[in-house]
Protein backbone atom coordinates (compact mmCIF):
# COMPACT_ATOMS: atom_id res chain seq x y z
CA UNK A 1 0.00 0.00 0.00
CA UNK A 2 1.34 3.17 -0.69
CA UNK A 3 -0.26 6.91 -0.40
CA UNK A 4 1.50 9.83 -1.05
CA UNK A 5 0.55 13.06 -0.13
CA UNK A 6 2.12 17.10 -1.21
CA UNK A 7 1.02 20.37 -0.44
CA UNK A 8 1.87 23.45 -3.04
CA UNK A 9 3.49 26.02 -2.36
CA UNK A 10 3.58 29.56 -3.16
CA UNK A 11 0.99 31.31 -4.93
CA UNK A 12 -1.17 27.92 -5.36
CA UNK A 13 -1.46 27.63 -1.94
CA UNK A 14 -4.67 29.69 -1.90
CA UNK A 15 -6.32 27.41 -5.38
CA UNK A 16 -5.23 24.13 -4.50
CA UNK A 17 -4.98 22.29 -0.74
CA UNK A 18 -3.07 19.31 -1.29
CA UNK A 19 -2.14 16.37 -4.30
CA UNK A 20 -2.32 12.97 -3.46
CA UNK A 21 -1.99 9.31 -5.01
CA UNK A 22 -3.05 6.14 -3.65
CA UNK A 23 -1.88 2.74 -5.36
CA UNK A 24 -3.34 -0.66 -2.99
CA UNK A 25 -3.51 -3.66 -4.82
CA UNK A 26 -6.49 -5.73 -4.42
CA UNK A 27 -5.07 -8.27 -1.71
CA UNK A 28 -4.27 -5.11 0.58
CA UNK A 29 -7.40 -3.49 -0.22
CA UNK A 30 -9.56 -6.64 0.35
CA UNK A 31 -7.51 -7.22 3.60
CA UNK A 32 -7.77 -3.13 4.90
CA UNK A 33 -11.15 -2.76 3.93
CA UNK A 34 -12.73 -6.04 3.78
CA UNK A 35 -16.47 -4.71 4.18
CA UNK A 36 -15.91 -1.33 2.37
CA UNK A 37 -14.34 2.32 3.14
CA UNK A 38 -16.84 4.78 4.28
CA UNK A 39 -16.38 8.49 3.72
CA UNK A 40 -17.74 10.79 6.26
CA UNK A 41 -19.28 14.30 4.80
CA UNK A 42 -16.37 16.94 4.64
CA UNK A 43 -15.70 20.16 2.59
CA UNK A 44 -13.52 18.85 -0.23
CA UNK A 45 -13.79 19.53 -3.64
CA UNK A 46 -11.99 17.03 -5.05
CA UNK A 47 -10.65 15.66 -8.99
CA UNK A 48 -9.74 12.29 -8.97
CA UNK A 49 -8.10 10.32 -11.94
CA UNK A 50 -8.07 6.61 -11.45
CA UNK A 51 -5.96 4.25 -13.53
CA UNK A 52 -7.48 0.99 -12.64
CA UNK A 53 -10.85 -0.12 -13.67
CA UNK A 54 -14.20 2.22 -12.35
CA UNK A 55 -14.93 1.66 -8.54
CA UNK A 56 -18.66 1.38 -7.38
CA UNK A 57 -20.02 3.94 -4.59
CA UNK A 58 -22.85 2.96 -2.46
CA UNK A 59 -24.57 5.28 -0.83
CA UNK A 60 -25.58 5.41 2.86
CA UNK A 61 -29.40 4.44 1.35
CA UNK A 62 -28.10 1.46 -0.51
CA UNK A 63 -28.18 3.10 -3.84
CA UNK A 64 -24.93 2.61 -6.35
CA UNK A 65 -23.63 4.99 -8.80
CA UNK A 66 -20.69 3.79 -10.71
CA UNK A 67 -17.80 6.11 -10.07
CA UNK A 68 -16.15 7.24 -13.22
CA UNK A 69 -12.79 7.13 -13.50
CA UNK A 70 -12.28 10.74 -14.17
CA UNK A 71 -14.47 12.97 -11.87
CA UNK A 72 -14.99 16.08 -9.96
CA UNK A 73 -16.70 15.62 -6.58
CA UNK A 74 -18.44 19.05 -4.79
CA UNK A 75 -18.91 19.24 -1.23
CA UNK A 76 -19.45 16.34 0.48
CA UNK A 77 -22.90 16.35 2.86
CA UNK A 78 -23.97 12.93 3.16
CA UNK A 79 -21.80 9.89 4.18
CA UNK A 80 -20.84 7.64 0.89
CA UNK A 81 -18.91 4.73 0.79
CA UNK A 82 -16.65 2.50 -1.84
CA UNK A 83 -15.47 -0.54 -2.19
CA UNK A 84 -14.21 -2.72 -5.18
CA UNK A 85 -12.81 -5.93 -5.91
CA UNK A 86 -9.97 -4.50 -8.44
CA UNK A 87 -6.69 -2.44 -7.59
CA UNK A 88 -7.03 0.92 -6.33
CA UNK A 89 -4.35 3.20 -8.35
CA UNK A 90 -5.68 7.05 -8.56
CA UNK A 91 -4.10 11.04 -8.41
CA UNK A 92 -6.48 13.21 -6.92
CA UNK A 93 -6.15 16.86 -6.77
CA UNK A 94 -8.01 18.82 -3.42
CA UNK A 95 -9.23 22.32 -4.27
CA UNK A 96 -10.13 25.30 -2.20
CA UNK A 97 -13.68 26.14 -3.28
CA UNK A 98 -12.86 29.69 -4.30
CA UNK A 99 -10.00 27.90 -5.76
CA UNK A 100 -12.12 25.45 -7.98
CA UNK A 101 -14.34 28.60 -8.52
CA UNK A 102 -11.34 30.80 -10.20
CA UNK A 103 -9.20 27.69 -12.22
CA UNK A 104 -12.31 26.60 -13.84
CA UNK A 105 -14.77 29.75 -14.02
CA UNK A 106 -17.13 27.31 -12.44
CA UNK A 107 -19.32 27.91 -9.58
CA UNK A 108 -19.01 24.81 -6.35
CA UNK A 109 -22.88 24.99 -6.94
CA UNK A 110 -23.31 23.56 -10.27
CA UNK A 111 -21.39 20.38 -8.21
CA UNK A 112 -22.74 17.23 -6.67
CA UNK A 113 -22.03 15.17 -4.05
CA UNK A 114 -21.27 11.96 -6.09
CA UNK A 115 -18.99 12.07 -8.93
CA UNK A 116 -19.41 14.08 -12.33
CA UNK A 117 -17.75 12.92 -15.07
CA UNK A 118 -15.07 15.43 -15.92
CA UNK A 119 -15.93 15.56 -19.20
CA UNK A 120 -19.24 17.12 -18.32
CA UNK A 121 -17.66 19.89 -16.45
CA UNK A 122 -14.11 20.26 -18.40
CA UNK A 123 -14.90 19.79 -22.29
CA UNK A 124 -11.72 20.88 -23.63
CA UNK A 125 -9.13 19.95 -21.02
CA UNK A 126 -10.08 16.60 -19.09
CA UNK A 127 -8.84 14.18 -22.46
CA UNK A 128 -5.58 16.13 -22.26
CA UNK A 129 -5.58 16.13 -18.24
CA UNK A 130 -5.82 12.30 -18.44
CA UNK A 131 -3.58 11.69 -21.62
CA UNK A 132 -0.54 13.96 -19.87
CA UNK A 133 -1.08 11.95 -16.27
CA UNK A 134 -0.99 8.59 -17.70
CA UNK A 135 2.46 9.16 -19.62
CA UNK A 136 3.58 10.17 -16.64
CA UNK A 137 4.69 7.83 -14.32
CA UNK A 138 5.45 9.17 -11.08
CA UNK A 139 3.58 10.86 -8.42
CA UNK A 140 6.15 14.04 -8.34
CA UNK A 141 5.78 14.57 -12.49
CA UNK A 142 2.31 14.40 -12.25
CA UNK A 143 2.22 17.38 -9.39
CA UNK A 144 4.86 19.29 -11.20
CA UNK A 145 2.57 18.91 -14.22
CA UNK A 146 -0.41 19.88 -12.54
CA UNK A 147 0.99 22.44 -10.85
CA UNK A 148 2.26 23.97 -14.31
CA UNK A 149 -1.26 23.69 -15.75
CA UNK A 150 -2.68 25.46 -12.61
CA UNK A 151 -0.28 28.41 -13.24
CA UNK A 152 -1.96 29.15 -16.27
CA UNK A 153 -5.55 29.19 -15.37
CA UNK A 154 -5.51 31.06 -12.13
CA UNK A 155 -5.88 34.98 -12.01
CA UNK A 156 -4.83 35.72 -7.95
CA UNK A 157 -6.63 39.15 -7.28
CA UNK A 158 -7.80 40.58 -3.57
CA UNK A 159 -11.07 38.61 -3.96
CA UNK A 160 -9.05 35.09 -4.04
CA UNK A 161 -6.70 36.93 -1.03
CA UNK A 162 -9.82 37.55 0.95
CA UNK A 163 -11.28 34.68 0.40
CA UNK A 164 -8.43 32.26 1.52
CA UNK A 165 -7.90 34.74 4.79
CA UNK A 166 -11.13 33.60 5.51
CA UNK A 167 -10.79 30.13 4.68
CA UNK A 168 -7.67 29.54 6.79
CA UNK A 169 -9.30 31.25 9.83
CA UNK A 170 -12.21 28.71 9.11
CA UNK A 171 -10.26 25.75 9.29
CA UNK A 172 -7.89 26.69 12.29
CA UNK A 173 -10.17 28.44 14.45
CA UNK A 174 -10.33 26.30 17.60
CA UNK A 175 -13.67 28.06 18.58
CA UNK A 176 -16.81 28.10 16.42
CA UNK A 177 -17.66 31.32 14.40
CA UNK A 178 -21.13 32.43 13.29
CA UNK A 179 -22.18 34.60 10.72
CA UNK A 180 -22.46 37.52 12.66
CA UNK A 181 -18.94 36.89 14.36
CA UNK A 182 -17.19 36.39 11.30
CA UNK A 183 -18.41 39.18 9.44
CA UNK A 184 -17.77 41.18 12.28
CA UNK A 185 -13.73 39.94 12.27
CA UNK A 186 -13.65 40.81 8.13
CA UNK A 187 -15.23 43.83 8.68
CA UNK A 188 -18.01 42.64 6.68
CA UNK A 189 -21.90 43.65 6.64
CA UNK A 190 -23.52 39.91 6.95
CA UNK A 191 -25.15 40.43 3.38
CA UNK A 192 -21.58 41.12 2.05
CA UNK A 193 -20.15 37.85 3.91
CA UNK A 194 -23.38 36.08 2.25
CA UNK A 195 -22.35 37.43 -0.96
CA UNK A 196 -18.87 36.55 -1.15
CA UNK A 197 -19.39 32.95 0.21
CA UNK A 198 -22.39 32.20 -2.59
CA UNK A 199 -19.87 33.69 -5.23
CA UNK A 200 -16.16 31.80 -4.11
CA UNK A 201 -17.76 29.08 -1.69
CA UNK A 202 -20.90 27.54 -3.41
CA UNK A 203 -22.93 27.67 -0.64
CA UNK A 204 -24.36 29.98 2.52
CA UNK A 205 -21.55 31.17 5.23
CA UNK A 206 -24.11 29.17 7.58
CA UNK A 207 -24.13 25.86 5.71
CA UNK A 208 -20.40 26.36 5.05
CA UNK A 209 -19.62 26.98 8.90
CA UNK A 210 -22.00 23.60 9.77
CA UNK A 211 -20.52 21.54 7.28
CA UNK A 212 -16.89 22.54 8.72
CA UNK A 213 -17.83 21.82 12.42
CA UNK A 214 -19.23 18.66 11.63
CA UNK A 215 -16.23 17.60 9.74
CA UNK A 216 -14.32 18.76 12.69
CA UNK A 217 -16.21 16.89 15.04
CA UNK A 218 -16.41 13.49 13.56
CA UNK A 219 -12.65 13.78 12.58
CA UNK A 220 -11.98 13.99 16.34
CA UNK A 221 -14.22 11.18 16.72
CA UNK A 222 -13.43 8.69 14.28
CA UNK A 223 -9.71 9.13 13.30
CA UNK A 224 -8.86 10.31 16.94
CA UNK A 225 -10.92 8.33 19.48
CA UNK A 226 -12.74 11.14 21.48
CA UNK A 227 -15.26 8.78 22.63
CA UNK A 228 -17.06 11.46 25.59
CA UNK A 229 -20.03 12.74 22.81
CA UNK A 230 -21.14 15.77 25.48
CA UNK A 231 -16.94 16.67 25.62
CA UNK A 232 -16.85 16.59 22.11
CA UNK A 233 -20.14 18.23 20.95
CA UNK A 234 -19.12 21.33 23.49
CA UNK A 235 -15.03 21.42 22.26
CA UNK A 236 -17.02 22.23 18.97
CA UNK A 237 -18.97 24.49 19.69
CA UNK A 238 -22.42 22.77 20.13
CA UNK A 239 -24.97 24.08 22.19
CA UNK A 240 -25.39 20.00 23.83
CA UNK A 241 -25.42 16.51 23.11
CA UNK A 242 -28.97 17.25 21.27
CA UNK A 243 -26.87 19.73 18.86
CA UNK A 244 -24.71 17.68 18.19
CA UNK A 245 -26.96 14.84 17.28
CA UNK A 246 -29.51 17.04 15.39
CA UNK A 247 -26.26 17.57 13.11
CA UNK A 248 -25.51 14.02 12.91
CA UNK A 249 -28.45 13.18 11.98
CA UNK A 250 -28.65 15.73 9.35
CA UNK A 251 -25.74 14.83 7.64
CA UNK A 252 -25.73 11.17 8.31
CA UNK A 253 -29.10 10.43 8.17
CA UNK A 254 -29.11 8.49 11.60
CA UNK A 255 -28.41 9.27 15.10
CA UNK A 256 -25.28 8.22 16.62
CA UNK A 257 -26.13 5.52 18.35
CA UNK A 258 -27.79 3.98 15.30
CA UNK A 259 -24.63 4.36 13.14
CA UNK A 260 -22.34 2.68 15.87
CA UNK A 261 -24.72 -0.30 15.64
CA UNK A 262 -25.55 -0.29 11.80
CA UNK A 263 -21.50 0.69 10.33
CA UNK A 264 -19.07 0.85 12.96
CA UNK A 265 -20.29 -3.14 14.19
CA UNK A 266 -19.83 -4.62 10.63
CA UNK A 267 -15.95 -3.46 10.74
CA UNK A 268 -16.45 -0.75 7.92
CA UNK A 269 -13.76 1.28 8.25
CA UNK A 270 -14.32 5.16 8.67
CA UNK A 271 -12.70 8.22 7.41
Not at 163 to 175: F, G, M, Q, T
Not at 230 to 244: E, K, M, S
Request: with cysteine; hydrophobic share 40%; aromatic share 14%.
Amino acid sequence: MSVLVKKPTGVLERYIQQYSEAAISKENRARLFPHGNLRLPNSTIRMAFHFSETIPWIAIDGKTKAQPRQHIRGYQTTPISFNTSEDIDAFRVEFTPFGFRRIFDLPCSELDVLPIPMEELLEKDYQMLWEELVKRKTFIDRVNFMNAYFLTKIKDDMPIKKAYVIHRHILESKSFSNVFNLANEFFLTERTLRRFFNEYFGMSPKQYLKLVRFEKATKNLFNFGKTNLNDLALDFGYYDLAHFSNDFKFYMKMAPSEFQNKVLKRGIVVN
